[in-house]
């Protein structure tokens, strides 16, 4: 404690150090740019021309938008570097996650180039998960003067939170230290927008030899959400707790301690050139842009963009922060048929729970089609605990129709690209930072990420809502309304295809029947209600696979049991100690659900 006192009685900024870092940046970083062309030296794309027509066919009360539905994590990346190049104007980034790796140093790099071509660029990142290499961001702040970058909520005034400062966060200000900006948005010219799930890191584009995401981002152009994502940023960006790096102490004493010498930024001596180069030149090839993305562009009306307020965790109750929550609730609230769900942590917030348990109860019941991870895999084994105790909850309460995400999915080589490459690099399934499980074997191994919603197959919601209550009440979120059945078409059946039999486990009622079943089912239930020491370890669900030669069924219709083996709880898993872990977060961890 004694520690942590005096840890907060240094943790304001240092504004003499500021003022200095301040001067050296201005007199240090350059400020021409190469180009003279009105248009900064963008170049063409067929992007520019989708826009073009979006803006004279759109009508007052009457928008017209283009979108493009991203599945593949490199296909998104390709698209963020050719729009980068493309811009004219302006870029504005939004992430929750900044790393210092390929695709982190590969997109600076970018926007490094068009800051030098004239173009405005402006970066704002989460603290607590972005760039921890003060040498990188202290050389970001002198790359030039039309790039800045900033960073959202900084713990103590710092860029870098050190395990002492993280424990003083929670301590002296838990409310605040929480509260992180989940949002992702790449925005160019005020008009062309990518939304979604994807962060700045390998893993969320197919890069990583170990584990990779699969998403989902929507690439949208016109000018009515274009707006929509103008002002959101905008609000973001002139906030109090998006922080220049010169406010940063850390950042501040490395630029001073270097003086005027200035250090271009640098890829770490480990990157792919041969990966990057090639995307690169994919991304700037107007015809392979054309053909593969804009082409297969859809043409739809109305596309709201979504984004809480900044502010939104300082005042829990004020509804007009709660936009996006407010606006899940009410859709899902108006299904009349059928709900495609897709989220990586199954954990309902109690408005969730209200919504589905209300839906259930209609006659007929509207039917919830739900696809989620795995413990094998999730990226988040604590937060799979707390999904698993609540398991029978789901089933019969809520009757949701639950599918979990393989670690190496059937389908891997489409979802992933060059995932034969991939798998060469060697994986030995160990554990790492995010809670990922050791496996039964070695791999590329995948785990959902994407968050996504249909409704009634005419109306989806894409972005960085997780549906969850760390996104209800204390995470800033934001994505895409879209009200056209073809992209509902799209992105369910890209759900549809993550939950089919070679890619996910159906989760379904124990073959448990008599007497025994029904009393392991009532001690399975007073367990389940204990806030605490849930730790009956005969569970109401299991996982079930496809038997070879069977057609797939739904749970609870005729034939579901001959058709389908149990392969327990944990599939793939091989670890017991993980069981256990995950088993002791169960039952002592119901009163974490808000903040997991």
């Known amino acids: 404690?004694?520690?942590?006192?005096?840890?907060?009685?240094?943790?304001?900024?240092?504004?003499?150090?500021?003022?200095?870092?301040?001067?050296?940046?201005?007199?240090?970083?350059?400020?021409?740019?190469?180009?003279?062309r009105e248009d900064y030296c963008a170049i063409a794309s067929p992007y520019h021309e989708l826009a073009a027509r979006a803006r004279a066919d759109s009508a007052t009360g009457e928008p017209v938008h283009y979108v493009n539905v991203i599945e593949r994590g490199e296909d998104s990346l390709l698209l963020r570097i050719h729009l980068i190049r493309a811009a004219r104007r302006s870029i504005d980034i939004q992430t929750f996650i900044w790393a210092d790796d390929d695709a982190g140093w590969l997109v600076l790099d970018e926007l490094a180039a068009a800051a030098r071509r004239g173009v405005r660029v402006r970066v704002l990142a989460d603290q607590l998960f972005s760039l921890d290499d003060v040498e990188w961001l202290a050389r970001i702040a002198r790359t030039h003067a039309n790039l800045e970058f900033r960073l959202y909520n900084p713990t103590f005034s710092?860029?870098?939170?050190?395990?002492?400062?993280?424990?003083a966060g929670l301590l002296c200000c838990f409310s605040r230290f929480n509260q992180r900006m989940h949002n992702k948005l790449l925005l160019v010219d005020g008009e062309i927008g990518i939304a979604g799930g994807r962060n700045y890191e390998n893993r969320y584009f197919d890069w990583d030899q170990e584990f990779d995401y699969r998403d989902r981002d929507v690439l949208v152009l016109g000018p009515a959400a274009g707006a929509e994502m103008q002002a959101?940023?905008?609000?973001?960006?002139?906030?109090?707790?998006?922080?220049?790096?010169?406010?940063?102490?850390?950042?501040n004493r490395r630029i001073v301690a270097d003086g005027a010498t200035r250090t271009p930024l640098q890829p770490l001596g480990s990157v792919d050139r041969e990966r990057i180069e090639s995307?690169?030149?994919r991304a700037g090839d107007e015809g392979y842009v054309r053909a593969g993305f804009a082409a297969q562009a859809l043409r739809v009306g109305r596309v709201d963009y979504f984004s809480d307020a900044p502010d939104k965790a300082a005042r829990p109750n004020d509804a007009a922060l709660l936009e996006l929550t407010t606006r899940i609730s009410s859709l899902l609230a108006g299904a009349e048929r059928r709900i495609v769900f897709e989220t990586p942590y199954l954990v309902l917030s109690r408005r969730a729970r209200e919504v589905f348990q209300q839906l259930q109860r209609r006659k007929p019941p509207v039917q919830v089609f739900v696809s989620t991870n795995s413990l094998a895999a999730t990226d988040a084994f604590y937060v799979y605990a707390l999904s698993y105790k609540y398991k029978k909850r789901y089933l019969k309460r809520y009757g949701f129709e639950i599918h979990e995400f393989k670690p190496f999915p059937e389908d891997a080589p489409e979802f992933i690209a060059d995932y034969d490459r991939l798998a060469g690099g060697g994986n030995t399934g160990r554990y790492h930072r995010y809670g990922r499980t050791p496996l039964v074997r070695g791999g590329v191994r995948l785990g959902l990420h994407a968050k996504s919603i249909?409704?009634?197959?005419?109306?989806?919601?894409?972005?960085?809502?997780?549906?969850?209550?760390?996104?209800?009440?204390?995470?800033t979120e934001s994505g895409f309304i879209i009200y056209d059945t073809q992209v509902a078409a799209r992105v369910g059946a890209a759900i549809e295809r993550n939950a089919a039999p070679g890619n996910a486990w159906t989760i379904?009622?124990?073959?448990?029947?008599?007497?025994?079943?029904?009393?392991?089912?009532?001690?399975?239930?007073?367990?389940?209600?204990?806030?605490?020491?849930?730790l009956w370890p005969f569970r109401y669900a299991s996982s079930f696979e496809l038997a070879p030669g069977c057609a797939p069924s739904r749970p609870g219709t005729p034939g579901f049991y001959a058709c389908h083996v149990d392969v327990g709880d944990f599939p793939e898993v091989d670890l017991p100690l993980k069981t256990i872990y995950t088993r002791i977060v169960t039952a002592f961890g119901a009163g974490l659900v808000g903040i997991l």
């Not at 710092?158 to 424990?167: K, R, S, Y």
């Not at 959101?232 to 950042?251: C, G, K, Q």
């Open 1 to 36: 404690m004694l520690a942590i006192l005096l840890l907060l009685g240094g943790c304001g900024l240092n504004r003499p150090l500021a003022r200095r870092a301040d001067a050296l940046v201005a007199a240090t970083r350059p400020q021409a740019t190469d180009c003279t």
């Open 158 to 167: 710092e860029a870098v939170t050190q395990p002492l400062e993280f424990a």
């Open 232 to 251: 959101s940023f905008d609000r973001f960006w002139a906030h109090p707790r998006a922080v220049p790096l010169t406010r940063l102490n850390d950042v």
């Open 279 to 281: 995307l690169r030149a």
């Open 454 to 475: 249909v409704i009634d197959d005419r109306i989806s919601l894409i972005g960085s809502h997780n549906f969850d209550p760390r996104s209800d009440d204390y995470n």
């Open 508 to 534: 379904a009622k124990r073959r448990r029947g008599g007497l025994l079943g029904r009393i392991n089912n009532a001690i399975g239930d007073l367990s389940t209600s204990l806030p605490l020491f849930d």
